[in-house]
């Protein structure tokens, strides 16, 4: 489903190009086979962002098939690394036979096993994260990756707005989905409230909202 009406959606969508070369090939097929990376015009917004930013240390959560880790690493410094965590073993023999396709290997580690679980072990800090995982669960990794930044880092945070149903009233949601719509508009409500954040959220793909974190 897209925010905008689909005849812009797709006119935006064939106006920009995919990614070049490997990285263009495997987005591509993962395009036609319907595997969950994000879509061309999330990943240009991301590569603007990176772009300016240039960060040395980046943080994943949810890797799917290693699609944007690969995309982002492009952005790193010589000594730049991307940590990525991800649960899901077909998805990460996918990621791992990607990142060996592209020479990925020595840029990207994966660690296997929940985020909720992980994040807590982490240290050091991150001057960007990008959060693509359980979106019921944003809420709850929020601090955590707050503790993994420094002022200036920048958090990007993928389909924060559920189809557009995080605008509709709690009672008109289905009931199987009541509980991710209060816990995405619990996220959103604190990152637009939050006075040490800087919060835009911007209608594309299926809701991207970018971070900056401006204090301790």
Do not use: W
Not at 9 to 26: N, R, S, W
Not at 28 to 52: H, Q, R, T, W
Not at 65 to 88: K, Q
């Amino acid at each position: 489903m897209s925010l905008v009406e689909n005849y812009l959606a797709e006119y935006v969508d064939d106006l920009q190009p995919l990614c070049k070369g490997k990285l263009g090939e495997m987005q591509k097929a993962a395009y036609e086979e319907g595997l969950p990376i994000i879509p061309n015009d999330v990943a240009k917004l991301m590569g603007f962002v990176l772009g300016i930013k240039r960060p040395a240390r980046i943080l994943e959560i949810g890797m799917a098939v290693g699609f944007s880790a690969s995309y982002m690493s492009s952005f790193l410094p010589e000594d730049g690394s991307i940590i990525t965590i991800d649960r899901y073993p077909m998805m990460i023999e996918q990621a791992k036979a990607n990142f060996k396709k592209l020479g990925l290997e020595d840029k990207i580690t994966i660690l296997e096993g929940d985020a909720n679980t992980i994040l807590p072990t982490l240290d050091g800090k991150f001057d960007f994260v990008f959060m693509d995982a359980a979106k019921g669960q944003y809420i709850y990794m929020l601090p955590h990756v707050l503790r993994l930044t420094e002022p200036g880092s920048i958090i990007m945070v993928d389909d924060v707005l559920q189809d557009g149903r995080v605008a509709q009233g709690y009672t008109d949601i289905p009931r199987r989905q009541r509980t991710i719509h209060k816990r995405l508009n619990d996220f959103l409500y604190e990152i637009t409230h939050n006075d040490k954040l800087r919060t835009a959220i911007l209608t594309i793909g299926d809701g991207v909202a970018l971070i900056e974190k401006l204090e301790d």
